[in-house]
């Protein structure tokens, strides 16, 4: 007996005599791979926000560079705040 087409764009067909749909042959280890890559990326983008961790497109030796750049970020951006805020506080006096 032969099959029936489900997608023929990925290769599933369905075997009517024991009801399972499944591949005319065709192998899933590209998707495998893709998903496999895709899978890497995601905990890349996990421990970068954590800020800890070797990410996977830095050199090694850099695990807490993304920490101490964030640190950094936040003591200037506070500064910044700070100061506006004195200077509101300031001009209010004044005036």
Do not use: C, H
């Amino acid at each position: 007996m032969g099959y029936v087409l489900v997608l023929p764009e990925f290769g599933l067909v369905a075997d009517p005599v024991l009801g399972f749909v499944t591949t005319a042959g065709e192998s899933y280890q590209p998707i495998i791979d893709r998903v496999a890559e895709l899978d890497k990326v995601a905990d890349d983008l996990v421990n970068m926000l954590s800020g800890e961790g070797n990410l996977l497109n830095s050199y090694p030796g850099r695990e807490k560079s993304l920490l101490y750049a964030g640190g950094v970020t936040a003591f200037w951006y506070g500064l910044a705040v700070g100061l506006l805020i004195a200077a509101v506080v300031a001009l209010q006096y004044l005036g």
